[in-house]
């Protein structure tokens, strides 16, 4: 097992038009932006792949809880997104001498919408990593 403990940052753009799409790529739009800031408790099982013990394949769960959400041009003051999200991620590690790589994808369980449950929000994100072994 591998336990983590992570601030992240991540953001979403959403709109009540689909025609914003076109026109934010192209004209400007009015789609609003919202970021949101986790700390995330992953729980990760790492397995050797085959014999090296230097690259691994790591699967587990992770919980988020939201310490803040920021939305552009909220008309509310109330939050619309709930207050923590249950992901799971996969990946691979690569544990080099003394620079560690990494890649993996964290797909959401929970349904973010804190406003209603006609449309579920769920996150998806790709985290990048590099570190040092001292």
């Known amino acids: 097992m591998h336990p983590e403990v992570n601030f992240v940052q991540s953001s979403s753009e959403f709109s009540n038009d689909a025609n914003d799409i076109y026109y ?3 004209l400007g ?3 609003k932006k919202s970021k949101l800031y986790f700390l995330e408790v992953p729980l990760l099982l790492n397995i050797n792949v085959e014999q090296s ?3 691994k394949l790591q ?3 992770a919980y988020g809880g939201l310490l ?3 939305v552009d041009s909220l008309k509310s003051n109330g939050n619309i997104y709930k207050n923590g999200e249950w992901a799971a991620i996969g ?3 690569i544990q080099l001498p003394f620079v560690n790589l990494g890649a993996r994808y964290k797909f959401g369980l929970t349904n973010l919408n804190g406003i209603d449950s006609r449309q579920p929000w769920k996150s998806q994100s790709i985290q990048v990593f590099v570190g040092i072994t001292f």
């Open 29 to 31: 739009g009015s789609k």
């Open 53 to 55: 013990k230097r690259v």
């Open 68 to 70: 803040k959400q920021t």
């Open 91 to 93: 990946g691979l590690w």
């Open 59 to 61: 699967i587990g769960p």
């Open 24 to 26: 934010d790529l192209f």
